[in-house]
């Protein structure tokens, strides 16, 4: 028996030559010849070989990471391997308390980060699930329900309303069939089918006579031959995609490796020379050089750093819940404030994916219809002025035609209105209460009679209404504007009728099709012929009552979150499944630009990478895409050094969402697979809160250079302190444990604080940082340098001060200890305002975090100076209080300096700008 052909190796019809088949162009009998499928299906047998030789109609099984190694890979840091090396250095010289408190931070960071990631779910199981689990097919002249994994090339599927469909299809009979595809093209409205073969190598959404696995019947009935299962359908091409796509280091991940690179790079060599000079210069024991070298590991590397940092990403991650905006990987925190373009889906992200009537052609002129969605409120304008929907009989009577030939319901529940039907039928719903008309008054009194339900072959709905107890009686139809036209002799006017100009009428159906709305057309026609009505008494003798123009409308706070982000220069690019013109329109009304670029699938097709390059900078909008399209789009951008956001809420969705820096998903509407392939989840789906987001991530951003430009200085200043006692052969003023208290005290007690800084004014009118900026900019080296020489000055004048007095060594030091300390609290007041020297004066008040986190390392230095089991850990003395005082004032005295310096530096700078 000949095998059926492997889809995507077919002999193309008329060609010997093996190719992928376009089964959408194909007649029926073709793809019933080429499948092997008798009229009544396959039979029984030859299904069960099929499925022997094709597989299960399912998508493969990615393995998942298990927990130890998502574990292990919170360690996988360079800054953390020294830190452990330290460790083992301190252990194996007999100082456990060292070591045990350089573990604890390393497990806590590797705790915090494993907890807060959460457990990674693999986003092909949500695509694999979007497969119903039966399907209904047609074997051997008898109806079957099969589980869908037994779906084989070449059966014969039966489709009605509510069925998931389990396989690619062929369509070979259709009734009324409209598909809802907007999780695999983004089109907004359910998409009507036919049988008829589609123009060779059309777009997916184009693909009418197709229907494609994962996607929902919505109405009407259909059959079609399967011609692709499993990983070789549509929905199994863009669940490889997502396989095959790599995901990037976020721009914090990638500036980390780079910062613990230098500085392991830097104390490594620092701590030889170090080691060296200790051993031949001051002949220390080989032991004892050890520890001046763990203490200069103790005193260089950050340790608590790593943990501030994930804290820091954490209480980011709460800010942004509570603007319902769902981080589901930690450092995509931060990496939300380096987005430089926001790439978004259409339909359901900066639209509402609710139809509503927007224009309205009439006799007497057109109207705007106000209001979005599926809310019936909104005024009406005509020429720029209101206009009263009551004082227009054939505006009335096409809100009567729109509101009786409809099979769709629209109620008030919860708050909320709720449709339930064809989105287009919703929309002529909420459009007839806004004109003023009771649904249900309406209906009652013109009591339907008969129907005609909408078919693909002829375009057109009819409902048949009568009156009270019989005549008179009406004929109403709505459907496409050309096919009805063509019915339509004469068009209702406020008197009566008259002839009807088709020229006027078709450039009338232009011009709203221009502003990218979608057009259906209304007609009436007196009846006196029974109580019955079928196509052929249709045909002609119609009168056009009007036209009506539906958009899927923008969310109105998806407009002011676009001119928030152009006003924090990040440009907005729209990708979508819908058409151009659809698109175009969408986007001027979203404020994307006065007059969109627009490219379409097809354009891209026919572009190399470097001239899709050049277009993803100048084009705002993308229509026509297909998942290729998207991933391409999102990849040309990163090549051009951008930080990408892609926002969607379709599988088709999922590879770009994946690859980019970003992907932002939508939470109510959204598939499992577009969040499962995201960074963030929007809860409330709305655009808007990107913005929020946005302005959290600069935000977490700001205070994680705050972080770093407190911390650096202060190791630095303590790291110097140990350098120049080894070079200049002096008694060390503080000792390792005693640095390694300052550390764990100051970091957790006072660089935690700076995790909670409020936004900085002007932080959303700043541009977005570059992607390859460095973490250490000029400013900050310049400032770990200066403040940390500052440091050293201040430790050493306060120990010679101490020991001049004639202070036991161990006093002196204690009071170093708490001069550092007081030095480290004063500078923290300095680096709580990075963008402007004259707000440092602000931050001397101080967050309730700040002053907590002051107040209680004063109470661990009073009992890290007096409390005696303290003393015998430290090797500390109990000091006067006129001490203590002196290390309040050299805290003071940096601080003082800090900021003199930075109103000089601002003054130079501002003096070359404005020389330049």
Not at 325 to 344: D, F, K, M, Y
Not at 576 to 584: E, K, P, Y
Not at 647 to 673: F, W
Not at 681 to 691: E, H, K, Q, T
């Amino acid at each position: 028996m000949t095998p059926t052909p492997e889809p995507g190796t077919e002999k193309a019809p008329g060609n010997g030559t093996p190719g992928p088949i376009d089964w959408a162009a194909l007649a029926v009998a073709a793809v019933r010849t080429h499948l092997g499928t008798p009229d009544d299906g396959l039979d029984p047998a030859e299904a069960a070989r099929r499925l022997a030789e094709h597989g299960p109609n399912r998508l493969p099984v990615a393995p998942g990471r298990p927990a130890w190694r998502r574990l292990l890979a919170q360690f996988d840091n360079l800054l953390i391997y020294v830190l452990l090396a330290a460790a083992v250095l301190a252990g194996t010289f007999g100082h456990a308390v060292d070591a045990a408190v350089i573990l604890a931070v390393v497990l806590a960071n590797a705790i915090i980060g494993y907890v807060q990631e959460g457990r990674a779910e693999d986003a092909l199981t949500s695509i694999r699930s979007m497969i119903d689990p039966e399907a209904t097919v047609l074997r051997g002249g008898e109806r079957f329900a099969v589980a869908a994994e037994a779906i084989v090339p070449g059966d014969l599927v039966l489709l009605e309303a509510g069925d998931r469909v389990p396989a690619d299809l062929r369509l070979v009979r259709t009734r009324n069939l409209a598909i809802d595809e907007a999780a695999l093209t983004g089109e907004s409205v359910p998409v009507e089918k036919s049988v008829e073969p589609t123009a060779a190598g059309a777009v997916l959404g184009e693909r009418r006579s197709m229907a494609f696995s994962g996607t929902l019947v919505t109405a009407g009935q259909g059959q079609g031959l399967v011609v692709a299962t499993g990983s070789r359908s549509e929905l199994g091409r863009i669940s490889a995609m997502i396989g095959r796509v790599e995901e990037l280091k976020t721009p914090l991940l990638r500036q980390m490796d780079q910062f613990a690179r230098r500085v392991t790079f830097v104390v490594l060599a620092v701590s030889g020379l170090v080691f060296v000079l200790a051993l031949l210069r001051q002949m220390l024991a080989l032991d004892e050089a050890f520890m001046v070298v763990v203490g200069l590991f103790v005193a260089a590397i950050p340790e608590g750093l790593p943990a501030v940092m994930t804290i820091t990403l954490a209480i980011g991650v709460q800010r942004m819940a509570a603007r319902h905006a769902i981080i589901r990987r930690l450092p995509a925190v931060e990496t939300l404030g380096a987005v430089s373009v926001i790439c978004s889906d259409k339909t359901g992200t900066l639209t509402r994916n609710e139809m509503t009537v927007r224009s309205v052609v009439t006799a007497e002129g057109m109207v705007e219809v106000a209001g979005s969605g599926y809310v019936p409120e909104g005024a009406f304008w005509q020429d720029g002025a209101a206009f009263d929907p009551g004082t227009s009989p054939t505006l009335q009577a096409l809100a009567e035609s729109g509101l009786l030939c409809n099979d769709a319901d629209l109620l008030r529940r919860d708050g909320g209105w709720q449709m339930t039907g064809d989105p287009m039928e919703g929309a002529l719903l909420a459009f007839a209460i806004k004109a003023g008309l009771d649904p249900a008054t309406h209906r009652r009194r013109l009591r339907r009679q008969d129907a005609i339900p909408f078919d693909a072959a002829h375009r057109f709905m009819a409902t048949l209404h009568v009156e009270g107890a019989g005549d008179p009686r009406r004929v109403l139809v709505k459907g496409a504007p050309e096919r009805l036209l063509e019915m339509c002799g004469t068009v209702l006017t406020a008197t009566g009728t008259e002839p009807l100009d088709h020229a006027a009428w078709q450039q009338r159906i232009a011009e709203l099709a221009e502003r990218g709305e979608r057009v259906l057309a209304f007609a009436c026609k007196p009846w006196h012929e029974g109580d019955g009505i079928d196509h052929a008494d249709l045909d002609d003798g119609l009168v056009l009552i009007g036209l009506a123009g539906f958009i899927d409308p923008p969310r109105d706070e998806a407009i002011a979150a676009v001119e928030s982000c152009h006003a924090a220069g990040i440009r907005v690019v729209m990708i979508t499944g819908d058409h151009a013109l659809t698109a175009r329109s969408i986007a001027r009304r979203l404020g994307l630009a006065e007059n969109p670029v627009v490219l379409t699938g097809r354009d891209l097709d026919a572009m190399d990478d470097a001239a899709l390059g050049r277009a993803a900078l100048e084009t705002h909008v993308f229509a026509r895409t297909t998942p290729e399209h998207k991933l391409r789009l999102v990849q040309a951008l990163q090549a051009a050094g951008l930080t990408v956001a892609m926002t969607g809420d379709g599988v088709n969705d999922a590879p770009a969402l994946k690859r980019a820096d970003v992907g932002v998903a939508m939470g109510r509407k959204g598939t499992a697979a577009a969040r499962d392939a995201s960074e963030m989840v929007l809860a409330d789906d709305n655009f808007a809160s990107i913005v929020d987001a946005v302005r959290e991530g600069r935000t977490v951003y700001d205070n994680l250079t705050k972080v770093i430009a407190w911390t650096l200085p202060t190791n630095g200043g303590e790291a110097l302190t140990i350098i120049v006692a080894v070079l200049a052969g002096l008694a060390l003023p503080i000792t390792p444990v005693q640095i390694l208290w300052v550390n764990m005290v100051t970091a957790l007690a006072l660089g935690l604080t700076l995790a909670f800084e409020p936004t900085e004014p002007g932080t959303m009118a700043r541009p977005p940082r570059p992607a390859g900026e460095p973490l250490l900019e000029r400013d900050v080296v310049w400032r770990v340098f200066s403040v940390s020489v500052l440091f050293v000055i201040g430790a050493y004048g306060v120990f010679y001060w101490s020991i001049s007095r004639g202070l036991p060594i161990e006093a002196a030091r204690t009071l170093v200890v708490n001069a550092i300390v007081a030095m480290e609290i004063f500078y923290l007041f300095s680096v709580r305002y990075v963008h402007g020297a004259s707000l440092s004066w602000r931050g001397m008040l101080g967050t309730r975090a700040v002053l907590i986190g002051v107040a209680t390392v004063t109470v661990l230095q009073v009992a890290f100076t007096y409390a005696p089991w303290l003393q015998l850990a430290f090797d500390t003395r109990a000091l006067a209080v006129a001490d203590g005082l002196v290390a309040v004032a050299v805290g003071v005295a940096l601080f003082v300096v800090v900021e003199v310096e930075k109103i000089v530096r601002s003054r130079a700078c501002g003096a070359m700008r404005h020389g330049n």
